[in-house]
Nanobody
Framework: QVQLVESGGGLVQPGGTLRLSCAAS????????MGWYRQAPGKQRKLVATITSAGSANYADSLKGRFTISRDNAKNAVYLQMNSLKPEDTAVYYCRVVTTERSVYWGQGTQVTVSS
């Protein structure tokens, strides 16, 4: 059974940094893309960033320059470095994996709270 385990969320002050990690396990087939989405209270889940196995990254326009996505193909892991965090970045962050067979898997989510 495929599992996505996320870590790295928490409470941080405005202007602070966090690094999220997500590792896929459980017999997952070849991964095409990995990424992060976020969902703020009362709002729809939205794209944060994705990255393909070839390293091609895509970001939500509003987050370019503050967030950086990276991955370790050997570990089936994806990371999200978040800098200069703002209160509006507060959300549950979800890891998403798309396999080469176009199967989609989601993590359970990790809470990020930006507050003084």
């Amino acid at each position: 059974q495929v599992q996505l385990v996320e870590s790295g969320g928490g409470l941080v002050q405005p202007g602070g940094t966090l690094r999220l990690s997500c590792a896929a396990s459980g017999g997952i087939s070849s991964i095409y893309a990995m990424g992060w989405y976020r969902q703020a209270p009362g709002k729809q889940r939205k794209l944060v960033a994705t990255i393909t196995s070839a390293g091609s990254a895509n970001y939500a326009d509003s987050l370019k320059g503050r967030f950086t996505i990276s991955r370790d193909n050997a570990k089936n892991a994806v990371y999200l470095q978040m800098n200069s965090l703002k209160p509006e970045d507060t959300a549950v962050y979800y890891c998403r994996v798309v396999t080469t067979e176009r199967s989609v898997y989601w993590g359970q989510g990790t809470q990020v709270t930006v507050s003084s």
